[in-house]
T-cell receptor, first 115, second 110 residues
């Protein structure tokens, strides 16, 4: 079975450019999570969706970040304009929500470098 | 005080010994706790979850939870070089949010 799919795997861009990260969750999962991981801050939740609806975006650092989930099989995280401090690994995870027993499965991540 | 705290390590353990990883959390109302393993350059993967006080065993792994002390630990018996990784402790906040600790880097020495 295919796991969570993320693209691109690596992205190098220049400051000020728009960056779009993509995620395809595991088929049948109804929750999707976007995380960012850096050495300084560790792994932190940015936003999550239930049944394609954003539930909590309190972790989104600022208005330059936006996320959408137009359908159950696709989500995007957009940064516009990008800044060097956005350089990090961005993970997408999905789960099938069923009370406490909902394991989050992580995708391979997108390593973003903003020059 | 961070919501979830771990010793960042590195923790070095000889092959075949028991590796002990510790985590404390600040929210006394937390009910669900998880240990993820992350190899260098890879994504986190769940290895243990625990919800009740006491021990939970799965193969060479044992998770221990003490809610009164707000303390979660992970024991790895008969440590193998393949266990060398960063171990992330996570606590569920609310219905679905996971709050992660900084992780403990574990090295198993052959």
């Amino acid at each position: 079975d295919a796991g969570v799919i993320q693209s691109p795997r690596h992205e190098v861009t220049e400051m000020g450019q728009e960056v779009t990260l993509r995620c395809k969750p595991i088929s049948g999962h109804n929750s999707l999570f976007w995380y960012r991981q850096t050495m300084m801050r560790g792994l932190e939740l940015l936003i999550y969706f239930n049944n394609n609806v954003p539930i909590d975006d309190s972790g989104m650092p600022e208005d330059r970040f936006s996320a959408k989930m137009p359908n159950a099989s696709f989500s995007t995280l957009k940064i516009q304009p990008s800044e060097p401090r956005d350089s990090a690994v961005y993970f997408c995870a999905s789960s099938l929500t069923s009370g406490d027993w909902d394991t989050q499965y992580f995708g391979p991540g997108t390593r973003l470098t903003v020059l | 005080q961070k919501e979830v705290e771990q010793n960042s390590g590195p923790l070095s353990v000889p092959e075949g010994a028991i590796a002990s990883l510790n985590c404390t959390y600040s929210d006394r109302g937390s009910q669900s706790f998880f240990w993820y393993r992350q190899y260098s350059g890879k994504s986190p993967e769940l290895i243990m979850s625990i919800y009740s006080n006491g021990d939970k065993e799965d193969g060479r792994f044992t998770a221990q939870l003490n809610k009164a002390s707000q303390y979660v630990s992970l024991l790895i018996r008969d440590s193998q070089p393949s266990d060398s990784a960063t171990y992330l402790c996570a606590v569920k906040r609310g219905a679905q949010k996971l709050v992660f600790g900084q992780g403990t880097r574990l090295t198993i020495n052959p």
